[in-house]
Each structure stands twice: as structure tokens, then as C-alpha cells.
């Protein structure tokens, strides 16, 4: 049957093993990379990462939101992983007085840690990042 193909359609057998073999690594080390567990954070666990700020709300009532942009962190529960295969990587600050509001801005753009003290996942459709941390110190010096 190989003798009636065209020579345009004979592929030596050789090329189609190292295809194969080509494929099967490429699907391992894929496999592996995706395997590889975010670290754990716990309440009163250290997040460094770039701080940066947006402004979201209605035109009248805008607020200023800071989020730190981290590498995958896995939460304790009930959060777990924030319904993510690699854990939350944005991280929504809460500033609750103005005294919060001016120990951030200066960092912006910066990398900085906090030490983050209570933690839960996005739950409500206004909410920019990943996971939010509501309770917070600034562990970075000026």
C-alpha cells in the first residue's frame, strides 16, 4: 500500500518518531509546570508585589482602589483558592480612613509588603481584584 502513495506523502519513519517524542515532552513539561501549587497565605501572612491604583464607581462617587499585583498565593479556607486553579494574584487593599489613604500613595508604582492580617475572595461584581485584604499593614519603609 506504502509503494501507491505519491513521494510527496511518504514521511520517513524516523521524523515521525522524533515528532512524537517532541510532542510527549512538550505535553510533560506543561504538565509539570501547571502542576506547581501556589505558596499558602494565611492571615497575618507577608504579600510583596507592585501597588498600583485605579478609580472605580459611578462618575460622582469615584473612589480610588489600590491592588498589589503578587505571584499566586493560595488562601485558607473557607476561601480556598478563590475558584482558581493558581490562586488570587491581584489583591484588593481597603482603605478605610484617609491616615491608610496617605501611607499607600507614596508607593505607588513601587513594589512593596504587607503584612496582610484578614483576607477573603471577590464576591460582588464591583470588586477589581481577586482576593481582597481588608485588614493591613504596611511593612515597606519610606
Known amino acids: 500500500m506504502l509503494s501507491t502513495l505519491p513521494d510527496a506523502f511518504r514521511v520517513p519513519v524516523r521524523s515521525v518518531a522524533a515528532v512524537m517524542l517532541a510532542f510527549c515532552l512538550a505535553v510533560t513539561f506543561a504538565a509539570d509546570a501547571s502542576a506547581q501549587k501556589p505558596k499558602p497565605l494565611k492571615d497575618g501572612g507577608v504579600l510583596s508585589g507592585e501597588l498600583t491604583a485605579t478609580r472605580s464607581g459611578p462618575r460622582k462617587k469615584r473612589v480610588v482602589v489600590y491592588q498589589l499585583t503578587s505571584e499566586p498565593r493560595s488562601l485558607p479556607a473557607p476561601g480556598g483558592l478563590c475558584n482558581l486553579e493558581t490562586g488570587p494574584e491581584t489583591f484588593q487593599i481597603v482603605t478605610s480612613d484617609a491616615a491608610e489613604v496617605a501611607v499607600l500613595k507614596p508607593f505607588l508604582g513601587k513594589t ?31
Open 112 to 142: 512593596v509588603v504587607l503584612k496582610a492580617e484578614e483576607l477573603s475572595c471577590s464576591n460582588a461584581a464591583g470588586q477589581l481584584s481577586d482576593a481582597i485584604v481588608s485588614k493591613w499593614s504596611l511593612l515597606t519603609k519610606r
